[in-house]
């Protein structure tokens, strides 16, 4: 069997993970609109001081963000079946799929947790005020004025993460899930074309996150609107340039005026 | 219209408002002065329970509220009947001019969009905005932006608009066009309180000035009887310092 490096493989091992994206795009995506609820519940009892459940979410986020997310998938795959088996429920037929999702779930609503406390902190409490002058529940504030705001800003960090996931997905085939890396895996040991199909495989990972890197950066842009000369980093370099230069031309002005008046 | 009895507030150990009675007439337009720390923005702040009071009664139009245990319906109400202008304006910062004055009319008095925007139009207009209706805060001046604040609050058409320093947080040149909104609007008969340091603006357009110094009222009366023959000797110090050519004046 031929083994040497064959650019062809490539292509080839390409079109056949295309198939098993979908599986992977939605692990991310389910697990982060609903770590986006859970992180939601997490963050509220800390935010709002409730004794108790506020001590209960800390070691909740400590213990997520404190071990590694291959870990957390072994330790729910087998955990949570013999946990369960306490309760007389049986879930030894359910998908691998439930246990990833349920684990990623967790992960990220940990992170999204502190993303949220950190952004809502970062709203002027005078807005808050002014929307209660205004006659708004707690809940009208909330949700019309500090959560529009507070997710602006939490776009970048929200980003990373979700890119964070994305390629933390690819743990789950440790637990057999055949998702693009799991397919990855076997392709290569089935031709033993290990190369080519990795090549493939981080290609399509690169693709994948510069996409939603994009969706993000118009999704900011978008969000950021409000702001008057919010301007994309690269703009922002074509900007101090002709500010230096303004401010050059004023300086050389007023020099130039001064030496009229001696 | 607006009855304030006995009010107290405490933070911590300290006592900033000492029971603080207070009457104001529908239509009056009251200026509270005073040194800082002396309680005034608390007692404004109290009255929508923006602070909550630690006792006392505060009563607007039928509307009376016991301050030791008001219920949050009672609060509400109390917001409803209010609205406030504040120091650093403190608009809706991901919101338009109109958006911001349209705000409380759809979301808390329920009023249709269309309704709801025809009064805001109306109102920015009132203020001079009419051209700004969709620019974002940080497109506006610091008056500009005070004055969607002010027709934020107007736009409620509430009992008494309470104005926290309207003018202290702007650059000198655009103090004017503030006040000469709130002159402007005095003018119709709202109801005001304001706790300023426009010592002119006092002269000119209250009727009810407020003297406040370490958690008390010390002395009310006419712009003319606090500021030509105030009775009392921390008042006439008060204004000493803040307005020393009033004392040649007279």
């Known amino acids: 069997m031929n083994t040497s490096f064959q650019l062809s493989y490539v292509f080839d091992f390409l079109f056949k993970l295309l198939g098993y994206v979908q599986i992977t795009l939605f692990i991310v995506a389910s697990s982060i609109v609903l770590g986006l609820v859970v992180g939601l519940v997490l963050a509220l009892p800390r935010m709002y001081q409730v004794p108790l459940l506020k001590q ?30 306490v309760v007389n429920i049986d879930v030894t037929k359910a998908p691998v799929l439930l246990f990833v999702i349920l684990t990623y779930t967790l992960n990220s609503g940990a992170f999204l947790s502190e993303i949220i406390r950190g952004a809502v902190a970062a709203v002027d409490r005078g807005q808050v005020e002014a929307a209660y002058a205004v006659g708004m529940s707690k809940y009208q504030a909330f949700v019309r004025i500090m959560l529009p705001q507070a997710l602006s800003v939490s776009i970048p960090i929200f980003a990373n993460k979700v890119l964070a996931n994305l390629k933390e997905t690819s743990l789950a085939f440790t637990l057999g899930l ?6 990855a895996q076997s392709l290569g040991s089935l031709t033993n074309h290990f190369v080519e199909s990795y090549i493939a495989l981080s290609a399509l990972y690169f693709v994948m996150a510069i996409l939603i890197e994009q969706l993000f950066l118009w999704w900011e842009r978008r969000m950021h609107r409000h702001e008057q000369g919010y301007i994309s980093p690269l703009q922002e370099l074509k900007f101090s340039h002709t500010a230096r230069r303004l401010r050059d031309q004023k300086e050389d002005a007023l020099f130039n005026s001064t030496q009229g008046l001696s | 219209m607006i009855t304030i009895q006995s009010l107290t507030k405490s933070f911590g150990k300290q006592e900033v408002l000492k029971s603080i009675d207070l009457q104001v007439q529908k239509g009056e337009v009251v200026v509270i002065l005073g040194p800082s720390g002396s309680g005034k923005t608390t007692l404004l702040r109290c009255l929508n329970f923006l602070e909550r009071p630690d006792g006392g009664k505060v009563s607007i139009g039928d509307l009376q509220v016991n301050c030791k245990k008001p219920s949050k319906q009672e609060i509400y109400d109390l917001r409803k009947k209010t609205a ?7 608009l809706f910062k991901h919101k338009t001019v109109l958006e911001n004055v349209m705000e409380g009319l ?18 920015l207009e009132k203020v001079g905005l009419a051209e700004k209706l969709n620019a974002y805060p940080s497109q506006l001046s610091g008056g500009q932006q005070q004055r969607v604040g002010i027709a934020r609050a107007l736009a409620l058409e509430p009992e008494v608009i309470l104005f926290d320093e309207p003018t202290s947080a702007l650059d000198p040149e655009l103090v004017g066009e503030v006040l000469s909104v709130i002159r402007k609007i005095a003018k119709e008969g ?16 209250s009727n009810h000035v407020i003297f406040m110094d370490g958690g008390v009222i010390v002395e009310e009366g006419t712009p003319t009887e606090i500021f030509r023959t105030p009775k009392e000797e921390r008042t006439r110090q008060f204004l000493k310092r803040i307005t020393p050519e009033l004392t040649y004046d007279i």
């Not at chain 1, 209960?56 to 946990?83: D, K, W």
């Open chain 1, 56 to 85: 209960l979410s800390a070691v909740f986020v400590s213990f997520f963000r404190g071990t590694p997310v291959l870990i957390q998938l072994f330790l729910i795959y087998f955990g949570v079946p013999e946990l369960l088996k």
């Open chain 1, 178 to 183: 055949m998702d693009i890396n799991g397919k």
């Open chain 2, 84 to 90: 406030m202008v504040f120091q650093h304006y403190n």
């Open chain 2, 106 to 123: 759809v979301i808390v008095q329920k009023q249709s969009k269309l309704k709801a925007r025809e009064k805001s139009v109306q109102v």
């Open chain 2, 190 to 205: 709202i109801t005001m309180i304001v706790v300023t340091h426009e010592m002119n603006f006092a002269m000119d357009v």
